[in-house]
């Protein structure tokens, strides 16, 4: 690994950032990009692209093996365009560790930095899921024991709506949003929330102002990790995410 | 803008002046930067006991900044003592060294090393440690090693110090298996090239670590938790 020189304050250096979107569908890329860019840096340039195949929604962990190849695909097409820095648009983060080995730019999920994040602001964080019924437990709970925080995890609670409903019926995300942080703080003893889907966009001021928690939303969270990772020229540890050897893959 | 006071809670002025630097390079176009000492308390933060020491005159300058307005403060001490004190106290963000860098780090690579500064081995990693179980991170910790050496000696010969640091990188490398390297003092200035060039692994100053951690809660809106860290009660505290 080698250090780049430090550019000075004076110079106005563009960071190239990726979005990579993993599902089927362009349902999504307008409305993250809109957010996103609300809390962008002023020297941070956007672009953003979903996967062409693999599944329209991730609820579960069969859904992360249909995304994964072609999201790690993306991230190394992102790195070839000269990007500085690649999100994985979803809270499942798939394909986040087959993407950090193979890329030399840093890679940033959603689910990692914000459970970091919510460590850092309180004692015990709850994750807010999205999916029919409770079918994303396992992905989700294998996620925050694999980034070590489990012990930090008051628990996992679920609205119970497909992710491709909750946009179109906002109210009731709201409404279910805040009947499950109400029980996340009141008996789950959570003192921070975490907003555990990519798409949930300008629902959490009533858990906020009326729970009195912080509320995490991974996007811009992700966003944040990922410009700082760039200015300090911090990237995956190559001796953990070691690059893969060159082989025949074929598809 | 952003105003960030940083304190830095020792009770010598030695060290304002290079963290003002370090800032000035690094902050955001957006961010003013303050660096205050504690004008009473411990010359340096190497153990508890020293910790204890600071650790109230640092709340009263966190509190100072939040009375005049500051959006953040930042506890520019490894050891951070008086943060928990004044995440309770306080409204704005408040932001610690390690616990900023330690995150940092625990999304880099699977297991990290602190290396810090430090009169003996045995004084250190104790109380280095203590922060690290508080922070459900010392599962990632693969070793905590110390060049040995004065705090307060690090203004002499940062050639010697650069090469004692090394050394102990390179060991946390080879022999402990770390993957990922946390300078653990705020003191270690203008050696993370070197370690990141000479053993391929990311370094975190942790200086840095917390100046972005802190833009980023005040940029979002957040800070730590009422519920968690809920406010003292009121009551007389004499001094």
């Known amino acids: ?251 | 803008m952003r105003r960030i006071k940083v304190v830095v809670p020792v009770s010598v002025d030695v060290w304002n002046e290079p963290v003002r630097k370090l800032y000035d390079e690094w902050r955001g176009n957006e961010t003013e930067i303050d660096v205050v000492n504690i004008p009473k308390g411990s010359a340096s933060v190497e153990c508890r006991y020293d910790a204890g020491w600071s650790a109230l005159f640092t709340v009263l300058e966190a509190e100072k900044a939040e009375a005049n307005g500051c959006n953040g403060v930042i506890v520019y001490c490894f050891g951070e003592p008086g943060l928990l004190l004044a995440k309770e106290r306080l409204t704005i963000p408040v932001v610690g060294i390690s616990e900023a860098s330690v995150h940092f780090a625990s999304m880099l690579g699977k297991r990290f090393s602190v290396i810090t500064v430090g009169p003996s081995r045995e004084i250190s990693v104790g109380y280095l440690e203590d922060n690290l179980e508080r922070y459900d991170l010392a599962h990632k910790c693969a070793s905590i090693r110390v060049a040995v050496m004065e705090i307060l000696d690090l203004m002499g010969d940062p050639e010697h110090e650069a090469q004692l640091v090394l050394a102990e990188a390179k060991k946390a490398v080879e022999e402990d298996g770390a993957d990922t390297i946390v300078l653990g003092c705020g003191s270690m200035l203008g050696m993370e090239k070197r370690i990141t060039n000479e053993l391929g692994v990311p370094v975190v100053v942790p200086g840095i670590a917390a100046l972005k951690v802190c833009e980023d809660l005040i940029e979002m809106g957040l800070a730590q938790s009422k519920r968690f860290f809920a406010l003292p009660p009121e009551k007389e505290r004499t001094l």
């Open chain 1, 1 to 251: 690994m080698k250090v780049k020189e430090r550019a000075t304050s004076e110079d106005l250096v563009m960071r190239k950032i990726k979005i990579v979107v993993p599902v089927a569908t362009t349902a999504w890329n307008e409305l993250i990009l809109e957010d996103m860019g609300r809390y962008k840096a002023t020297d941070t340039e956007l672009a953003i692209v979903n996967i062409e195949k693999g599944p329209e929604s991730i609820e579960c962990t069969y859904d992360v093996a249909w995304a994964e190849l072609f999201t790690v695909q993306e991230c190394e097409k992102a790195e070839a365009e000269g990007c500085d820095g690649v999100i994985i648009y979803c809270f499942g983060d798939p394909g986040l560790r087959a993407a950090k080995e193979k890329l030399n730019i840093p890679v940033v999920g959603i689910n990692e930095p914000a459970v970091h994040f919510a460590s850092m602001l309180g004692n015990r964080f709850s994750i807010m899921a999205v999916g029919p019924d409770t079918v994303n437990r396992a992905m989700l709970a294998d996620n925050v024991l694999l980034y070590g925080l489990e012990s930090r995890c008051a628990s996992i609670r679920f609205l119970s709506m497909p992710v491709l409903e909750i946009e179109k019926q906002k109210d009731k995300q709201a409404r279910r949003l805040f009947e499950e942080a109400t029980r996340a703080v009141e008996e789950d003893g959570a003192d921070t929330i975490i907003l555990g889907c990519g798409s949930m966009f300008g629902v959490e001021e009533k858990v906020r102002n009326e729970l009195n928690v912080p509320v995490v939303v991974p996007g811009p969270v992700a966003l944040k990790t990922c410009e700082s990772l760039i200015k300090l020229d911090l990237t995956q540890s190559k001796r953990f995410f070691t690059a893969p050897p060159s082989k025949k893959r074929v598809m």
